[in-house]
């Protein structure tokens, strides 16, 4: 179900954005963040509708989506958006599976927000040398070690 509208450009602090019509949030069905398929002036991207804690959303649009869109501030747009939903899971390389469960962490890899886990495994994967790729894993691991505490958290209230 693809819902269409017309919106102003505006700026949010360093952010372009748009407000989603409260008709339009309501349709999603959803108070959180919303994965969409969004066409912007034409051109399609995937995104996720913000919440803005009113029972209604933005959508931010990065300089990527402008840019292809040639729009800017100020600009009114049309925008059309559809949920989103295909699965935005990176394929975990086996190699860092297998490092995460000879330190106990897989679960907790799992267990982190889904958007930290893409985009660190995005810049893990980016890497063209072996050794930068290692020494970015390497940190990764780090990383989840020091935010242990706080996942374990939500495991726990996940559980409840």
């Known amino acids: 179900m693809s819902q269409q509208f017309k919106a102003k450009i ?21 108070r959180g963040h919303v994965p969409v398929v969004c066409q912007l002036n034409g ?6 509708l913000i919440p803005k804690g009113d029972g209604t ?7 990527a989506m402008r840019k292809h869109a040639r729009v800017a501030a100020g600009d009114t747009v ?11 899971e990176q394929t975990l390389p086996e190699d860092l599976a297998e490092a ?5 962490l897989l679960e907790a890899f ?8 893409r985009m660190l495994l995005a810049w893990i994967k980016e890497a063209k040398a072996e050794e930068t790729r290692l020494r970015r894993a390497e ?5 989840l070690i020091e935010d242990l505490p706080r996942i374990k958290r939500r495991m ?3 559980a409840d």
């Open 10 to 30: 505006y700026r949010l602090g360093t952010w372009c954005c748009v407000d989603v019509p409260p008709q339009i949030s309501a349709a999603f069905g959803k």
């Open 43 to 48: 051109q399609a991207f995937e995104s996720s």
């Open 57 to 63: 959303h933005r959508l931010a649009l990065n300089g």
């Open 78 to 88: 049309e925008i059309s958006l559809a949920i989103d939903t295909a699965s935005r």
């Open 100 to 104: 995460l469960r000879e330190n106990d």
């Open 110 to 117: 799992e267990h982190w927000q889904p958007s930290k886990r």
């Open 139 to 143: 940190r990764m691991v780090q990383h």
């Open 156 to 158: 726990q209230k996940s």
